[in-house]
């Protein structure tokens, strides 16, 4: 199932979507899917509320009721439409019949903004408070249950979890840090399990006929699940299986212990050194450089960091599309626009 239905500032959503390449943030109101779960989420301006799965989909049913119509397309990228800046976002999928065969098709929805807006705030004010981040991580990446009889096992993962930068990759570039993983994956060709030891990987190939011992241990693993909510720098474990690659958070140590185990009765494959260049985040680069490709930015690590740019007077010259302070500049900070073009 997918839905989003949002009430958008189209002059913001605008500038964001062109700002350096940049991926838009919607401060303004968003409803939607959690995670591709069944749970919903409500989002404004920052804020996450929780919503039941009884009230989402009544809020769906409401919504739906009152659209005007069908068009074709994505939701269009302009700053103003129809003489107005603020503009209703209604996203859904429906099943369709296509040659006798069921496919799913994204479907979007024309609606008065200001009904919407106003249905927003309704379900706001009945969602109660908003999630802080650890109840929010939870909520959104839930435990799932494992089946009754036959485990179809696909993954066993042990590695430090890195809370990823809200910004847009296409901005600013990093090399990914060190997470220190260690992992088992099942696929076609058989399963195998990767411990790290110091800087190697240290491969093993798993014999089949442990299958059955592996499963059982990770059912006894998976019997005390840990949260999804894992601190910056922290280790974090978790087991997938299923075709829908279910997942559930299970204890650090518990789950490196059942690794070496597995390893322990494997055929040692290979060993390799990582390659620690790519393991450090890129800092102090130069100003002007954010935005280039990985491999400049690898080069310019070790270059000597620029001073620090100087702030801007608040009494300067202001970018005259998103109105931000341009002193110095040859292109807006915030929106990308040249500097002196409207």
């Known amino acids: 199932m997918y839905v989003y239905i949002a009430y958008r500032n189209l002059r913001d959503n605008f500038a964001q979507n062109n700002a350096c390449?940049?991926?838009?943030?919607?401060n303004d109101y968003r409803f939607t899917l959690a995670n591709d779960t069944d749970r919903f989420l409500l989002t404004q301006g920052g804020a996450n509320y929780a919503v039941s799965k009884g009230a989402g989909n009544k809020f769906i049913e409401d919504v739906l009721s009152k659209c005007t119509g069908e068009h074709r397309g994505f939701f269009p990228l302009t700053p103003s439409l129809n003489g107005k800046e603020t503009a209703a976002v209604v996203e859904i999928e429906r099943a369709v019949d296509m040659n006798g065969r069921t496919m799913k098709q994204h479907v979007y929805m024309d609606m008065d903004d200001e009904v919407l807006l106003q249905m927003l705030e309704d379900l706001k004010a009945g969602s109660g408070a908003p999630l802080d981040e650890r109840a929010l991580i939870n909520y959104c990446y839930p435990n799932a249950v494992l089946p009754e009889g036959d485990l179809d096992l696909t993954y066993i993962y042990h590695g430090i979890y890195c809370k990823p930068e809200n910004k847009a990759v296409s901005v600013i570039q990093t090399f990914f840090p060190d997470k220190r993983i260690s992992r088992l994956w099942v696929n076609k060709e058989g399963m195998s399990v990767c411990i790290r030891e110091e800087n190697n990987d240290v491969t093993y190939s798993v014999p089949a006929d442990i299958l059955p011992e592996i499963k059982e241990k990770v059912r006894q693993l998976c019997q005390e699940p840990s949260e999804a909510y894992v601190e910056h720098g922290n280790y974090e474990g978790y087991v997938r299986f299923d075709k829908d690659k279910k997942r559930i958070f299970t204890d650090p140590d518990k789950t490196l212990a059942l690794l070496k185990e597995i390893?322990?009765?494997?055929?040692?494959r290979t060993t390799e050194a990582v390659d620690m260049r790519n393991k450090y985040p890129v800092n102090n680069l130069p100003n002007g450089f954010t935005g280039f490709g990985m491999g400049f930015l690898?080069?310019?690590?070790?270059?000597?960091?620029?001073?620090?740019?100087?702030?801007?007077s608040s009494d300067g010259p202001k970018c005259g599309f998103c109105g931000a302070d341009v002193t110095g500049m040859k292109f807006c900070s915030e929106c990308g626009r040249e500097v002196g073009k409207a």
């Open 263 to 268: 390893a322990s009765k494997s055929e040692l």
């Open 21 to 26: 390449g940049g991926v838009p943030v919607n």
């Open 298 to 312: 690898g080069m310019m690590n070790s270059a000597p960091a620029a001073p620090a740019p100087q702030k801007p």
